[in-house]
């Protein structure tokens, strides 16, 4: 049985991370989808946890059902990725065209709620059969977790890049069949002969259902693979090839937007030899600025397949630049390059261009902060520029349109004495420490004497650009922005702009509610927690399953906050982002070992003591959530192991609750396992959506890890 728990942990961790990138690749994947996701996933896993576990223990479900659950969740996996595919279908959506908010929230409930009421019923089943067979709860937790680590660690480290999303569903599936068959039938060989057919159906069927369900969303499909940043997409139309990213348009050949991202700010320079590009290089904008004469051009692009994607795809024209012995191709992260180019102090560069998607998640925020403009500032050379574009309107602005674009133009400001803005359906921002060159006949001038050629960018539009009253008026709406804050790696406010701006498109009526949460303060959580305290006091039944739930928010937030300041402070580095994850997953495990060995001693501890050492971990999470701040403000050396190293004593102060909480509990192990076990789930579906989408942009790091704290002060006096 301790198998079986290991399995469903197995699933659970694998489906969760694969259903959450095909979602990501259908959905609009911002804060708000993965908070979304990870809520609804905790949700429906502590339903099946806490609501059909009850039917299992009135009725004594045995180990057979179990194992058929096994085998239902199995075939879960592959009909709701299969299900995820064809939601843009059965929405009328077209590839690359945003999916309004309401429809996407029922989707994603919808979606998963099969297989997380399954894995869920099964955790608390299997902890129940673990108690008859001799064990307890809190071994239970710790098979389970010990599972999702291995099956995290597999997926992120192995499996991601090597399969497709249809052959780690049939892989997953010979695991669960296989412990099914040995469960069932005490042998060796149905289990082996269960395996052994997934596997042929992985090698064999997966692609096919693979390439047959990627085509009911997209026609006329040239390309498709998934990397571990995401899935690329290109669709052939003639002789136009139109590139995807996670679903959403990246950019289409033939096209013009590239002329505006290069030629405006390498005119802007009198004499640009070195080139520092951030993103869009095989879209056209290397072809662009190699126009200008320039001496070397360091192109940096975090995803290597989307290189392999353009070098295959791409008229031959356009990928031959690539080649150019003038290009510098540097596969990494562009924050960490800059960091690193910067400590090396051998780069500078006269024009940085930035070319990335707006600050619609908190990976791209960083690259959109006070802390990231300083950096770049120190690359440049004498008269260098720095430029950057944001999505716009030509005629109206939306105060949440101006809230955001002003965010980033007042954080240019506040590093660059010059900042100048082009008005259209997309800003370009150019900022240096010198005054910029924007008299038109110069820019003019310049054109012709570099012989540029271009269907866009002429003389006449740049003079149209300078001159129109447009030019002047987005300078005055942008300086006169009021009660706009600064966007900072730590207070990274930009991103709940942009997450406002995406929901007024399809919900203006939202304006009011976001403007009131972007108020919220630590005032009017220790308000609500005092609450939950009132009522823990009044229920003492109630205590216990409080006191997880505030372990379970502490847990997920925590995780969300090293994780995000990992990305901020050292750049995204991906096999590190997951080794964080696992250590995360491997400190739960010990610490619900650590309580298991506690609780099982020949001597057994009394009520009294358990519940001192169950507070004693309720202050621990205290005082980390008290030093982590702290610890930001310093120099960290060697952060790809110290990340790491935190993620793990994070993970064993929060996994050392459960087994202590079952233990203080009283009532049947399936009641007690499923209602604890949903406690806990409960507070981290809530710490996912709150952490992500309100508490890490509107209070910032330091004050999300002082909510952490007042939680688990909350879950101090209710236990006391």
């Known amino acids: 049985m301790r198998l ?45 946890a806490w609501g059909l576990a009850r039917l299992a223990d009135r009725r004594r479900l045995g180990v057979n059902f179990f ?65 008859e067979g001799g064990g307890s709860p809190g071994q239970a937790y710790v098979w389970e977790g010990i599972g999702a680590v291995a099956g995290g660690a597999l997926l992120s480290f192995i499996l991601i890049e090597t399969l497709d999303p249809f052959q780690i569903t049939f892989l997953v599936g010979a695991v669960s069949l ?33 390439d047959l369900t990627l085509r009911w969303q997209w026609e006329n499909l040239a390309y498709s693979g998934d990397s571990r940043y995401g899935r690329i997409t290109i669709q052939a139309r003639d002789s136009q090839r139109v590139f995807y990213e996670n679903g959403l348009l ?117 690259f959109y902060t006070r802390e990231f403009f300083a950096e770049v500032r120190g690359l440049l050379s004498t008269n260098g520029i720095f430029a950057l574009g944001l999505p716009s309107a030509e005629n109206y602005w939306s105060p949440e349109l101006a809230r955001r674009n002003g965010s980033v133009y007042q954080t240019l400001r506040s590093v660059f004495p010059e900042v100048v803005a082009l008005p259209g359906e997309h800003n370009f921002f150019f900022a240096s420490e010198s005054p910029l060159d924007i008299d038109p006949v110069l820019l003019a001038h310049r054109m012709a004497d570099r012989g540029l050629k271009t269907l866009f960018v002429t003389p006449e539009y740049v003079k149209y650009v300078f001159t129109t009253d447009r030019f002047v008026g987005l300078q005055r709406e942008l300086e006169k922005a009021a009660g706009i804050r600064l966007n900072e790696d730590l207070k990274p406010i930009c991103y709940y702009y942009d997450l ?70 050292h750049g995204y580095v991906y096999a590190e982002v997951s080794l964080i994850v696992t250590a995360f997953m491997a400190g739960l495990i010990v610490g619900g070992t650590t309580s298991n060995r506690l609780v099982r001693r020949k001597i057994a501890p009394s009520p009294s003591q358990i519940k001192r050492v169950l507070v004693g971990v309720l202050m621990a999470v205290l005082v980390y959530s008290a030093l982590f701040p702290l ?36 009532g049947s192990p399936a009641r007690v396992t499923g209602r604890l076990y949903g406690a806990d789930l409960v507070g981290g579906c809530l710490g996912a959506l709150l952490g992500a989408v309100f508490f890490i942009p509107l209070l910032g790091i330091p004050q999300t890890c002082a909510v952490v704290g007042l939680v688990a002060i909350a879950g101090l006096l209710a236990l006391i």
Request: with cysteine; glycine share 8%.
């Open 67 to 131: 194992a058929a659950g096994l085998v239902i969740s199995a075939a879960l996996f592959p009909l709701e990725i299969a299900l995820v595919r064809g939601i843009r279908n059965l929405l009328d959506v077209t590839p690359g065209a945003f999916v309004e908010f309401g429809p996407m929230v029922v989707a994603v409930i919808l979606v998963l709620a099969p297989l997380c009421l399954v894995g869920g019923f099964l955790f608390t089943l299997g902890a129940r059969l673990v108690v």
């Open 250 to 366: 990246v950019f289409e050949t033939q096209g013009t937007f590239p002329e505006e991202v290069a030629h405006f700010p390498l005119l802007t320079h009198r004499d640009p030899q070195r080139v520092l590009l951030i993103g869009g290089g095989i879209a056209g904008d290397l072809r662009e600025i190699t126009k200008h004469g320039v001496s070397q051009v360091t192109y940096v692009e975090i995803d290597p397949l989307l290189i392999e994607a353009a070098t295959a795809e791409l008229p031959s024209e356009d990928a031959a630049v690539l080649e150019d012995p003038r290009v510098e191709l540097i596969q990494a992260d562009g924050r960490l390059f800059v960091k690193q180019s910067l400590a090396q102090k051998v780069n500078r560069y006269d024009v940085v261009i930035l070319d990335l998607p707006e600050p619609a998640t908190g990976g791209l925020n960083r």
């Open 178 to 210: 296989s412990i099914a068959a040995d469960l069932w039938y005490q042998r060796f060989w149905p289990s082996l002969l269960a395996f052994g057919l997934f596997i042929i159906a992985a090698l064999t069927l997966g692609p096919l259902l693979h």
């Open 631 to 666: 610890l930001l403000t310093r120099t960290i050396p060697y952060p790809e192991l110290v990340f790491p190293i935190l993620a793990f004593l994070a993970g064993q102060l929060t996994g050392m609750a459960f087994p202590l909480a079952v233990t203080l509990s009283q």
């Open 500 to 569: 406002a701006l995406w929901l007024s498109q399809f919900y203006p009526g939202l304006r009011t509610a976001f403007e009131k949460a972007s108020l919220v303060n630590l005032w009017w959580v220790g308000l609500f927690l005092a609450g939950i305290v009132l009522l823990a006091r009044w229920r003492r039944t109630w205590a216990v399953p409080i006191a997880i739930a505030a372990v379970g928010l502490a847990q997920m937030t925590l995780q969300l906050v090293i994780l995000f300041a990992f990305q901020v402070l």
């Open 4 to 48: 079986g728990l290991a399995a469903v942990g197995f699933t659970a961790t694998i489906a969760q991370i694969v259903l959450m990138r095909e979602l990501v690749a259908t959905f609009y994947g911002n804060e708000l989808l993965f908070g979304l996701v990870l809520f609804s996933w905790l949700a429906w896993v502590a339903a099946g």
